[in-house]
């Protein structure tokens, strides 16, 4: 079955230091992986994919995210927090549909 | 600009009304989405469409209903709202190939209370 887990419902970091935000799947097949991001009230806005290539993938806003095929996770970073990062993150797999993990919230105190 | 567009925002309305919840998007995509975003905040499938005249049911067992008459259009209807309905619905759309390839678009929601 294809599945993908989020396994911290909240990470929180002062502003300034790295973040990761982790993400684990399970797939038959090659994977296709995203991240999302959402702010309060809002709809989802689209982060980051990784595809194929390169398995560090740049984003949108200074993120990026790491492929690791051996240990499927596709963790979400960035080198320096601002609190305006503060939101929640979903990572998703492509599995026939997107399947959603269940969110992580991030909380960056200044 | 291209968008994809939610409204109402918000609606509070009472049990057993009829409701339509609109989404519209000036990208051209063929593909669009219908997800029910619980408390929890976990996203749920609920409808999906690949053109026009085409609706399908997603993972999540929904008692709304969907229509795609326009390519730019994929309103949700409920005809008798009730306080399970209560959520946040998200729209989305993708490009017409290889959805796997392509990230989805959303709107900014529409907040549902049925009391």
């Known amino acids: 079955a294809q599945s993908v887990a989020q396994p911290e419902d909240q990470v929180n970091v002062a502003e300034g230091n790295p973040l990761t935000v982790k993400c684990t799947y399970s797939?038959?097949?090659?994977?296709?992986l995203f991240w999302y991001v959402q702010y309060p009230n809002r709809g989802l806005q689209f982060l980051l994919k990784?595809?194929?290539?390169?398995?560090l993938v740049k984003g949108s806003y200074g993120f990026e995210a790491e492929f690791n095929k051996s240990q499927t996770s596709f963790h979400l970073k960035k080198p320096s927090a601002l609190v305006s990062d503060s939101a929640l993150y979903f990572c998703a797999l492509w599995g026939g549909k997107l399947i959603f993990g269940q969110g992580t919230e991030l909380s960056v105190k200044p | 600009e291209a968008d994809i567009y939610q409204t109402p925002r918000y609606l509070v309305i009472g049990t057993g009304k009829k409701i339509t919840l609109e989404c519209s998007q000036t990208m051209g995509h063929d593909k669009m989405y219908w997800y029910q975003q619980d408390p929890g905040m976990e996203l749920h499938l609920i409808h999906y469409?690949?053109?026009?005249?085409?609706?399908e049911k997603g993972d999540l067992s929904s008692e709304s209903t969907v229509s795609r008459i326009r390519t730019e259009h994929f309103p949700l209807t409920l005809e008798s709202a009730r306080p399970s309905h209560t959520s946040q619905y998200l729209c989305?759309?993708?490009?017409?190939?290889?959805?796997?390839?392509?990230?989805?678009?959303f709107g900014p929601g529409t907040r549902l209370t049925v009391l």
């Open positions: 989305a759309s993708s490009e017409r190939d290889a959805p796997r390839y392509n990230e989805q678009f």
């Open positions: 990784y595809i194929t290539g390169d398995n």
């Open positions: 797939v038959s097949g090659n994977p296709y």
């Open positions: 469409s690949y053109g026009v005249n085409s609706t």
